[in-house]
């Protein structure tokens, strides 16, 4: 069974550090795509990070490039999405998602997902 399962998200103030992680079952995740979309409330989902399977590069979108940074553990089958410099716009369901080999911009394009970790930053 392929399962996507996210873990890391919580409350942290303004200017404090996430670390969310993406472990994969059932599939080997350095042979897809992994990105990372979020959802606030009342907004539409958007991708905020990817990561290419074949040559490993990566994209982020302009609101979070320099704050975050998305990596691959491949002996632990795990992507990691580490979040700093976190603002009260972060707030919102984190999901990572999975693809062919190249990451894609839309989230039909995708065709696993987790569930999501909630990720609140408030004071």
């Known amino acids: 069974q392929v399962q996507l399962v996210e873990s890391g998200g919580g409350l942290v103030q303004p200017g404090g550090s996430l670390r969310l992680s993406c472990a994969g079952s059932?599939?080997?995740?350095?042979?897809?795509?992994i990105a990372w979309f979020r959802q606030a409330p009342g907004k539409e989902r958007e991708e905020v990070s990817c990561?290419?399977?074949?040559?490993?590069?990566?994209y982020y979108t302009d609101s979070v490039k320099g704050r975050f940074t998305i990596s691959r553990d491949n002996a632990k089958n795990t992507v990691y999405l580490q979040m700093s410099s976190l603002k009260p716009d972060d707030t919102a369901v984190y999901y990572c998602a999975a693809t062919g080999s190249i990451c894609l911009r839309e989230d039909y394009e995708y065709d696993y997902w987790g569930q999501g970790t909630q990720v609140t930053v408030a004071s």
């Open positions: 059932g599939f080997i995740l350095d042979a897809y795509a």
């Open positions: 990561i290419n399977s074949d040559d490993g590069k990566t």
